[in-house]
């Protein structure tokens, strides 16, 4: 039995200015070819900051 291709992956938030992971998201790698870069409010900086995608773990 061959594994199953996962279509929505896991993903993680980090923020571009303290590196800290805050946030985790799902994404569908079908519709989204890009990198996820949101703006989101990091509790270590206490204000909003860029938050790009990176791997879980
Ligand atoms: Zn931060």
Known sequence: MAAKKQVVEIIA???SE???KNYTTKKN???TQ???ELMKYC????KHTLHK???VK
Request: glycine content about 0%; aromatic content about 6%.
């Open 29 to 31: 790698r079908k519709t």
């Open 43 to 46: 509790r270590w900086d206490r």
């Open 18 to 20: 303290c590196k800290r």
């Open 13 to 15: 938030l980090a923020c």
């Open 34 to 36: 890009e990198k996820l």
């Open 53 to 55: 995608e990176t791997k």
